[in-house]
Structure formats: C-alpha cells, structure tokens
C-alpha cells in the first residue's frame, strides 16, 4: 500500500493506494491503482489495461 496526502489536502485522511509492480522482459513499470482488492483488479488485468493505454508492454 502507498499513502499519500496531496499538498494541498494536508488535513484529509491520505490516498490509500495500491502499488502494482510489473516486468516483462526488461521493460519494468510501477503503477498505482486506487483498487485495493487484488480480487477485483489482479496484476494481470494492470497490465492488459496498460497494455491497451500505452500500446506496449507486450
């Protein structure tokens, strides 16, 4: 889990996320989700849907 209080929401409860590590090959990325349930959003589906956004990570 990553928290994190925006600058400007210093006196809110912090964003809770989920950090979603990927490699393949020798390509890596580190990408954020605000879906905490690895049930619901797997590492598998990260990366079929970053697939999609960024044209890579094949």
């Not at 006196?11 to 049930?39: F, I, K, M």
């Amino acid at each position: 889990m990553v928290y994190l209080w925006p600058d400007t929401q210093r006196r809110t409860p912090p964003l809770t996320l989920r950090l979603v590590l990927l490699q393949a090959g020798r390509q890596h990325a580190a990408l954020l989700t605000n879906v905490l349930d690895e049930r619901r959003l797997s590492a598998a589906d990260v990366a079929a849907l970053y697939r999609q956004r960024a044209g890579r990570w094949k």
